[in-house]
C-alpha cells in the first residue's frame, strides 16, 4: 500500500518522548501576558460580576491553548507549515489577551475574533494537514463542526452587551467543552474513541507542565512587583516572603511528586487518550485557577498584611491554594485511579480556616494556608510512594472499578 502519512505529522519514537520545540514555547510566551491579563481583570474587579466574567475568560483562554498542545501532540512544529500556522495563531491569541481588559465592554469582539481564529483556523489547518489519512480527517472534520457552531455564538456575543454577551458567550464556551466530552459526536460522522486518539503521553505532560511553570512565574511577577513599591518594613517583607514560599510549595506539590509519574502512566496506558482528555484536558485548569487566584491574594496581603483580613482577601488566600490542590486531587486521581490522602488533608485544613480568617489579620492568614501548602508537599515527599501504575481505562468514570466481563 502506498505511504499516505502526512509529512506535517511528528514521527514516533517509542525510545523516547517527542520533545517541545522551541517554536511550541515561543507560542507560550503570548498565553504568558495573557495570564497577566486575567489576573489583574480580578485585582480591578474582585466583585462577583468581576469574577464570573474572569472564569469566563479564563476557560476560553485556556481552550484555545490546550487544543493548540494537543494539534501539536500529532503536528510536527519543526515543519515550516506547521510553525506558520502556530506564528499566525500566536498573532491571534495576542489580540485575544490584550483585550481582556475590556471583553467585556467595547473590546468584546476582538476577543471573540482572536478565539474564534485559533478554535477554528488551527483546526481547519490541521484537517487540511491529514486530509489522507481517513482516521484524523474524520476525528478533525467532528472537531471543526462543533468549534465553527460555538464559533456563531462568540462572534453574536461579541456584537452584544452586558448580560446578554455574558449568556451567549457561556453557551459557546458549553458547547465547546461539552464536545471532547462527548467524542465529539457529529451527525453522519458519529463521534470520536477515545482508543483513536494516539497521545504521546510524555510531550503532553511536559506541555501542561509548562503552563503551570507561566502562572507561577506570573504569581512571582505580581508579588515582586507589588514589594517594589511598598515601604520594606517588617510586615511588607514577612507577607512577601510567605507569597514566594506559596509559589514554592506549590511547585514542591506539582513536580515533585506525581509530574513525571503521569508522563509514566499515560504512555504505558491501553487507552492514554481517555486519561489524557481527563487529567490535561479539563482537570488540569483548576490549579492553574488556583495559582492565579493565590497570585491576586498575596498582592493584596502585600498591600494591607495587618489589621483584618477582608471577604475578598480571605477568599482569595484560602481559595487559591484550595483550588490548586483539589485540582493536583482530581489530576492525580484521573491518572492513578488513586486518592492522595496529604492533598485530602491539605483541603480539610484550609476549610478549617475558613470560619476564623475573618478574625486574623491578612499576614496570619497568608502564613497558615502556606504552611497548609508546605506541609503536603513535605508529606507526600518524605512517604514513601506506592509504585505508580497506569490504569486501564475503558470508557468509565474516574475512581471507579471496572468489572470484568
Not at 304 to 313: E, V, Y
Given at each position: 500500500m502506498a505511504n499516505t502519512k502526512s509529512p506535517l505529522l511528528r514521527e514516533r519514537n517509542a525510545a523516547e518522548h517527542a520533545r517541545v520545540t522551541y517554536a511550541e514555547l515561543f507560542f507560550d510566551l503570548v498565553f504568558v501576558f495573557a495570564v497577566t491579563q486575567l489576573s489583574h481583570a480580578v485585582?480591578?474587579?474582585p466583585d462577583g460580576p468581576g469574577l464570573i466574567h474572569a472564569t469566563l475568560l479564563l476557560l476560553a483562554v485556556w481552550w484555545s491553548w490546550i487544543y493548540t498542545a494537543w494539534a501539536t501532540n500529532w503536528l510536527d512544529p519543526e515543519?515550516?507549515?506547521v510553525r506558520l500556522m502556530l506564528f499566525v495563531m500566536m498573532a491571534a491569541a495576542l489580540l485575544l489577551a490584550a483585550a481582556i481588559p475590556d471583553a467585556f465592554g467595547e473590546r468584546g469582539l476582538a476577543f471573540a475574533a482572536g478565539h474564534v481564529t485559533i478554535q477554528v483556523g488551527r483546526t481547519a489547518f490541521f484537517l487540511w494537514s491529514v486530509w489522507r489519512e481517513p482516521q484524523h480527517r474524520a476525528n478533525f472534520a467532528r472537531i471543526l463542526s462543533w468549534l465553527a457552531f460555538a464559533a456563531i455564538f462568540w462572534i453574536v456575543g461579541g456584537f452584544v452587551q452586558g448580560e446578554a454577551r455574558l449568556a451567549?458567550?457561556?453557551l459557546a464556551l458549553a458547547i465547546e467543552y461539552l464536545s471532547a466530552a462527548v467524542g465529539f459526536w457529529t451527525p453522519g460522522l458519529g463521534r470520536t474513541k477515545s482508543a483513536e486518539w494516539k497521545v504521546e503521553g510524555g510531550h503532553m505532560a511536559e506541555r501542561c507542565a509548562l503552563f503551570t511553570i507561566i502562572a507561577l512565574g506570573e504569581s512571582i511577577i505580581v508579588s515582586g512587583s507589588t514589594v517594589m513599591g511598598m515601604p520594606w518594613d517588617l510586615p511588607v517583607m514577612a507577607a512577601f516572603a510567605s507569597a514566594f514560599l506559596c509559589s514554592l510549595a506549590m511547585w514542591w506539590i506539582y513536580f515533585s511528586s506525581t509530574a513525571e509519574a503521569a508522563s509514566k502512566a499515560i504512555e504505558e496506558s491501553k487507552d492514554p487518550g481517555a486519561i489524557a482528555r481527563v487529567a490535561y484536558t479539563y482537570t488540569h485548569i483548576l490549579p492553574v485557577a488556583g495559582i492565579i487566584v493565590a497570585a491576586v491574594g498575596d498582592e493584596w496581603v502585600i498591600h494591607?498584611?495587618?489589621?483584618?483580613?477582608?471577604?475578598?482577601?480571605a477568599a482569595a488566600v484560602i481559595g487559591g491554594p484550595a483550588l490548586f490542590l483539589l485540582g493536583t486531587l482530581l489530576f492525580k486521581l484521573a491518572v492513578f485511579r488513586r486518592w492522595s490522602r496529604a492533598r485530602i488533608t491539605g483541603l480539610v485544613a484550609l476549610a478549617a480556616l475558613v470560619p476564623i480568617a475573618l478574625n486574623l489579620s491578612p499576614l496570619i492568614l497568608s502564613a497558615l494556608s502556606t504552611l497548609v501548602l508546605v506541609a503536603v508537599g513535605a508529606w507526600e515527599s518524605l512517604t514513601p510512594r506506592p509504585v505508580e501504575k497506569p490504569p486501564e481505562h475503558d470508557g468509565i468514570k474516574p475512581g471507579l472499578k471496572s468489572k470484568k466481563r
Open positions: 485585582l480591578r474587579h515543519r515550516g507549515p451567549i458567550w457561556g494591607h498584611p495587618l489589621g483584618h483580613a477582608d471577604f475578598k482577601i
